[in-house]
């Protein structure tokens, strides 16, 4: 997951490929809280690892349930509707999905909690629910502003002869969260009138569908008063299928139907195949397909797959404006918004009201964002209407504030195919750890662009400069890939020497043709080897005499050349030696020549040699790297030397930190977003 402040996303051209999904967050903590309820043990499979369903698991370990996790499979041990802690302060951090079902049940069945989550979750209303509730005789209380979280619940007076009567037209999550306590106390029929037209249906789909998993059949009346009156009988009992198979997210799907529908095909990979999730699904956001569709996208569709690309010119592409009333797939809506970018005309959803109290008022936001992008774009209490820009000089180079909201993210992720070729930052990429932790490496999976668009940074300098350390840094801040040049001649070596390769000549061309399939990585100060950790192995004595046999091998170094090429991979890089800005990547947007004084960098490499227990002194280091700064910047092949376009850092008086701030400053300045 790309936990950085922003990810810049380069400008895409073309996608294909297979993605499998995560689990849905809907089916997840529907799930976890009805095997909680239940009695037994439910085994469930696939589950969603996310920020949601965390929550969820968190909450039910402080109200008693055993819980044993191995992967995506969970084993719940159910409290019966008996919870074993009948005191608990639960943190529900700004889950929806957890805090509404929860409150219900807790209610019901009766204790002390307090209900808390993040300063969103307090302003995201919770009413209409204690409303219904307290009308059954449920003690709740409010500890903040009236009408919203944080919640205090005591033991309740239940009165359940009169229907109990909730407001359909704000969330469906208040429904079924009523839905899925009120079995517990059902010693008589039970009776819930909607009042209102109800939004969101298919999600009542999906809680009526499981509840009937679990052994409870609510009775609903025939024709359209079947979404007015639920009746849940009589001596219902929460009953547990043992093992239960969570389906993929389909709002999650949604991002990549859109990539299909959007990007060109590439090469030998036409079309988007997604896996989890088919035309059968128990989930309301699957009609999604229906939309996208309609806006131009070929989809074909399996009982667990789908496949799904781009129209050809004028039969399907560019994509054509749609009017539609969204209220069957509320959330997978907003990816609809993003298409419109690509459309033909204005795009107009309606009945999205419930936009207005998720994560964040998604009307609004997707409205602001649009406009940074340069579409035209009308908001009103339940539509949002959206043109977009005119030609592509009228598109806009944005930052996308993402407001903590996963789908903001996910969403905007999609404009980076743009006609204009421009880049599109992210703000905040981790918030998609609600639902889809690694979405951007999936969606990176997938999409392609010509490797020029790709962003580079170079780091070059001198033995001991600290250009490695101020490489990784910048990296890490910026969620790109990490290329540690110097050690590819070590890493070679030593992959020759396990192939049983003498480091000669006479095995030149086969050390050569070896290093095109090595398979090496960077990551967070270790140095993989075809998933081996050779971080301490690498950096001997031994290892370093080996490195300069193989780099006197020309074969070997135009293999290395080509492999180091192979690191400028989305979302970009950087990439630290003595020749990547005047060799390897002479194209870079931005070249930083590092530097230090003799003298401060052979006391750098006296102390990092001390710390490892050799012996040294200050002054044959320092004749050490005087003597090696000479050779390296009058060798024949590659001298060490500033590309002309280079920027001098010259780091002798100062720290990492202030190091990283001035490149990162540096790198701000040529793009098209403002301040960090």
């Known amino acids: 997951m790309f936990s950085t402040a922003?990810?810049?996303?380069?400008?895409?051209?073309?996608?294909?490929?297979?993605?499998?999904?995560?689990?849905?967050?809907?089916?997840?903590?529907?799930?976890?809280?009805?095997?909680?309820?239940?009695?037994?043990?439910?085994?469930?499979?696939?589950?969603?690892?996310?920020?949601?369903t965390r929550v969820m698991l968190d909450a039910l370990r402080q109200l008693g349930c055993g819980v044993r996790q191995r992967g995506a499979t969970v084993e719940i041990d159910g409290l019966g509707?008996?919870?074993?802690?009948?005191?608990?302060?639960?943190?529900?951090?700004?889950?929806?999905?957890?805090?509404?079902?929860?409150?219900?049940?807790?209610?019901?069945?009766?204790?002390?909690?307090?209900?808390?989550?993040?300063?969103?979750?307090?302003?995201?209303?919770?009413?209409?629910?204690?409303?219904?509730?307290?009308?059954?005789?449920?003690?709740?209380?409010?500890?903040?502003?009236?009408?919203?979280?944080?919640?205090?619940?005591?033991?309740?007076?239940?009165?359940?002869?009169?229907?109990?009567?909730?407001?359909?037209?704000?969330?469906?999550?208040?429904?079924?969260?009523?839905?899925?306590?009120?079995?517990?106390?059902?010693?008589?029929?039970?009776?819930?009138?909607?009042?209102?037209?109800?939004?969101?249906?298919?999600?009542?789909?999906?809680?009526?569908n499981l509840l009937a998993r679990f052994g409870i059949q609510v009775v609903r009346p025939a024709g359209e008063d079947r979404w007015q009156r639920f009746t849940i009988p009589a001596g219902s009992q929460f009953r547990s299928p043992g093992s239960l198979h969570v389906e993929a997210d389909a709002s999650s799907a949604s991002y990549f139907i859109a990539l299909g529908a959007i990007a060109a095909g590439a090469t030998a990979k036409n079309g988007i195949i997604i896996e989890g999730v088919g035309a059968d699904s128990i989930q309301g956001d699957i009609r999604f397909i229906d939309a996208a569709r309609l806006m131009g996208a070929q989809v074909v569709s399996g009982p667990n797959w789908l496949e799904v690309s781009r129209g050809q010119p004028g039969d399907g592409w560019p994509l054509k404006a749609i009017d539609?009333?969204?209220?069957?797939?509320?959330?997978?809506?907003?990816?609809?918004?993003?298409?419109?970018?690509?459309?033909?005309?204005?795009?107009?959803?309606?009945?999205?009201?419930?936009?207005?109290?998720?994560?964040?008022d998604r009307i609004a936001a997707m409205a602001c964002e649009l406009r940074k992008l340069g579409a035209s774009v009308e908001e009103g209490a339940d539509y949002l209407r959206v043109t977009p820009p005119a030609s592509p000089a009228d598109w806009k180079a944005a930052s996308i504030h993402t407001y903590d909201d996963h789908r903001m993210a996910m969403c905007f992720s999609l404009a980076a195919f743009n006609p204009a070729g421009l880049p599109v930052r992210i703000e905040d990429p981790k918030c998609v750890a609600k639902t889809f932790p690694d979405y951007f490496e999936a969606l990176f999976s997938l999409v392609q662009t010509p490797r020029p668009a790709i962003p580079v940074i170079c780091v070059d300098g001198p033995t001991a400069s600290g250009k490695g350390t101020l490489a990784a840094v910048l990296a890490k801040e910026l969620g790109y890939h990490f290329l540690d040049s110097g050690s590819l001649y070590r890493i070679t070596a030593l992959a020759a020497l396990q192939a049983g390769l003498?480091?000669?000549?006479?095995?030149?061309?086969?050390?050569?043709?070896?290093?095109?399939?090595?398979s090496i990585q960077f990551a967070e100060g270790r140095v993989l080897l075809n998933g081996a950790d050779v971080s301490e192995t690498i950096r001997t004595e031994e290892a370093g005499m080996n490195a300069s046999r193989v780099s006197a091998l020309?074969?070997?170094?135009?293999?290395?050349?080509?492999?180091?090429?192979?690191?400028?991979?989305?979302?970009?890089?950087?990439?630290?030696?003595?020749?990547?800005?005047?060799?390897?990547?002479?194209?870079?947007?931005?070249?930083?020549?590092?530097?230090?004084?003799?003298?401060?960098?052979?006391?750098?490499?006296?102390?990092?040699?001390?710390?490892?227990?050799?012996?040294?002194?200050?002054?044959?280091?320092?004749?050490?790297?005087?003597?090696?700064?000479?050779?390296?910047?009058?060798?024949?092949?590659?001298?060490?030397?500033?590309?002309?376009?280079?920027?001098?850092?010259?780091?002798?008086?100062?720290?990492v930190e202030r190091s990283v701030e001035l490149v990162l400053n540096w790198w701000q300045e040529k793009q098209p977003f403002g301040e960090i």
């Open 81 to 208: 509707g008996h919870p074993g802690n009948r005191k608990a302060n639960l943190f529900m951090g700004n889950a929806g999905t957890a805090i509404r079902p929860l409150t219900a049940a807790l209610a019901v069945m009766g204790g002390d909690y307090e209900l808390r989550g993040v300063p969103r979750m307090h302003e995201r209303p919770i009413g209409d629910l204690v409303d219904a509730l307290r009308q059954l005789g449920c003690h709740i209380d409010y500890l903040g502003q009236e009408g919203f979280p944080p919640l205090r619940i005591g033991e309740p007076t239940l009165k359940l002869d009169a229907p109990i009567r909730v407001r359909g037209d704000v969330s469906s999550q208040f429904l079924t969260a009523l839905l899925m306590a009120l079995p517990l106390v059902a010693r008589q029929d039970v009776v819930i009138e909607v009042v209102g037209e109800l939004i969101s249906r298919p999600y009542i789909e999906i809680t009526l």
């Open 554 to 655: 020309p074969m070997v170094r135009q293999a290395l050349i080509g492999l180091q090429h192979g690191f400028r991979r989305l979302p970009g890089l950087v990439a630290d030696g003595r020749d990547m800005g005047t060799i390897i990547f002479p194209q870079a947007p931005l070249k930083v020549f590092l530097t230090a004084s003799a003298e401060r960098r052979a006391e750098r490499r006296y102390k990092q040699l001390i710390s490892k227990g050799i012996s040294a002194t200050l002054p044959s280091l320092r004749a050490d790297l005087e003597a090696r700064d000479a050779r390296d910047s009058s060798r024949s092949v590659a001298p060490l030397k500033p590309a002309e376009d280079a920027r001098l850092l010259d780091n002798s008086d100062l720290t």
């Open 6 to 52: 922003f990810l810049d996303i380069p400008p895409l051209t073309a996608a294909g490929g297979t993605i499998v999904l995560p689990g849905s967050k809907s089916i997840s903590n529907r799930v976890l809280l009805l095997s909680a309820l239940s009695q037994g043990t439910t085994t469930l499979h696939d589950l969603l690892d996310s920020d949601d």
């Open 324 to 360: 539609l009333d969204c209220n069957h797939i509320p959330d997978a809506a907003m990816t609809l918004a993003v298409m419109a970018l690509y459309a033909q005309g204005t795009t107009t959803l309606r009945n999205i009201a419930s936009w207005r109290v998720k994560e964040t």
């Open 502 to 518: 003498a480091l000669d000549a006479s095995h030149e061309s086969a050390i050569a043709d070896m290093v095109q399939g090595l």
